[in-house]
């Protein structure tokens, strides 16, 4: 039961928007009757990126591009004395989980990061495949669907950060390393349960230790979700979209906070309400 609410503007759409979590245990999700419901009733969908695009092939051909320093560059050369301690500290525990230095040594810090986190969600049993945008997928038959950005533009989006940024996002996750299995469980009881308060402290998770992350947290989260408000707007005011509805699935960071999607549309002047989740399928949205 995760956050979800609807939104209504004038003349166009009625807009359901969803809280995503982007992997899944082995059985999948157990959607509630009022996402079952508006998955039904969609008459066209809209996530972060359109996983058709997204095959295996071009995103290992993307990566190949991006996730390399330029030579003579190391991964020692471009991050602070402070994360390359941490990374000595933990060499037993990287090559335990199949990152040693040899095959990080020329790794981008953004990629080693992605890389640490998919061991993690590995370990705690939870995989991509299985995901809540995978269960959108399966109900979208022959309705149309758009990603709110490309592959190519998120990829970008942690490849052009910063070197700082980039440390700051390796040093946490170091510092982490120990607990990411308890943090992915926390994450995905508070996803499960719609618990925004909860969501919005992970969401910012190592501010209090490192509050240079903030500005990491503003890319990923504030300046996307502020790029892609007009997108939500045209659905929502276009004439041609009058009597559809329209469910849209982001990852539900994107959604609480103060400048998280729901605020963010009230401050425009949209009527954002939440979804009584244990509604029948098939009833009327409230």
């Known amino acids: 039961m995760p956050p979800y609410y609807r939104v209504q503007g004038d003349g166009g759409a009625d807009v359901l928007l969803m809280g995503t979590f982007h992997l899944g245990p082995p059985p999948g999700w157990q959607l509630s ?10 008459d066209r969908f809209v996530l972060e990126v359109d996983p058709r695009l997204a095959t295996e092939d071009a995103v290992s ?6 996730m390399f320093l330029e030579p003579p560059s190391e ?12 990374l000595e500290e933990l060499d037993d525990e990287l090559i335990a989980i ?3 230095a040899n095959a990080r040594r020329r790794m ?21 495949d299985r995901g809540a945008e995978q269960i959108i997928m399966r109900s979208l038959s022959d309705r149309p669907l758009v990603g709110l950005e490309s592959f190519e ?5 942690l490849d052009d950060m910063s070197p700082m940024l980039q440390d700051l996002m390796l040093r946490h996750v170091l510092m982490r390393l120990g607990e990411a299995l308890d943090d992915i469980r926390e994450l995905v009881s508070a996803w499960q349960r719609g618990d925004e308060t909860r969501l919005q402290e992970l969401a910012r998770q ?4 490192l509050p240079e992350l903030e500005a990491f947290y503003d890319i990923l989260s504030s300046e996307r979700n502020r790029s892609w408000l007009p997108k939500l707007r045209a659905y929502l005011d276009e004439p041609t979209y009058a009597g559809e509805t329209v469910f849209i699935g982001v990852g539900a960071s994107h959604l609480i906070g103060d400048d998280g999607l729901v605020d963010l549309l009230r401050e425009a002047g949209y009527s954002v309400e939440p979804i009584d989740h244990l509604r029948e399928p098939g009833a009327e949205v409230p």
Do not use: C, H
């Not at 009757?33 to 969609?42: H, N, Q, T, V, Y």
């Not at 051909?61 to 991006?66: H, N, Q």
């Not at 533009?153 to 989006?157: F, G, L, S, T, V």
């Open 61 to 66: 051909d993307l990566l190949a591009r991006r």
């Open 33 to 42: 009757p009022a996402l079952e419901s508006g998955l039904s009733r969609a």
């Open 75 to 86: 991964l020692k050369d471009v991050v602070s004395p402070e994360t390359a301690k941490l």
């Open 206 to 209: 190592g501010v209090d230790v």
């Open 108 to 128: 981008k810090p953004w990629f080693v990061v992605m890389s640490l986190i998919e061991v993690n969600y590995r370990g705690s049993g939870y995989s991509a």
């Open 98 to 100: 199949g990152i040693p």
């Open 153 to 157: 533009e998120q990829i970008a989006i």
